[in-house]
């Protein structure tokens, strides 16, 4: 039984930091993809950042430089490390694991397999 357990999220006010875990159990880890997604109520979900096997990352342009996510395999662990954030960053935080066997990324969310239950984050001006 797949399970990604989110935890870290929280109440801040803009420019402060959080960093958000995702702990996978079930799954082969190791030659996933991952990825960050969040989703605001009434609003499409949209991808933040995503991790392949390999290691290579992208972001999304709202938060590229500010962001900053990875991966510990030992733990089978992803990390979300937020920073300056922003009141509109404010939403349902969400993590996403599929099998990607090659080196390769994945911002279709609709092709992940698995979610979380995920975390909240709400950032007060």
């Known amino acids: 039984q797949v399970q990604l357990v989110e935890s870290g999220g929280g109440s801040v006010q803009a420019g402060g930091s959080l960093r958000l875990s995702c702990v996978a159990s079930g799954y082969a880890f190791r030659t996933s993809c991952m990825g960050w997604f969040r989703q605001v109520p009434g609003k499409e979900r949209e991808g933040v950042a995503v991790?392949?096997?390999?290691?290579?990352?992208d972001y999304a342009a709202s938060v590229k430089g500010r962001f900053t996510i990875s991966r510990d395999n030992g733990k089978n662990t992803l990390y979300l490390q937020m920073n300056s954030l922003k009141p509109e960053d404010t939403a349902m935080y969400y993590c996403?694991?599929?099998?990607?066997?090659?080196?390769?990324?994945?911002?279709?969310?609709?092709?992940?397999?698995?979610w979380g239950q995920g975390t909240q984050v709400t950032v007060s001006s």
């Open positions: 996403a694991i599929d099998y990607c066997p090659g080196a390769y990324v994945k911002w279709d969310q609709y092709e992940y397999k698995y």
């Open positions: 991790i392949d096997s390999s290691g290579n990352t």
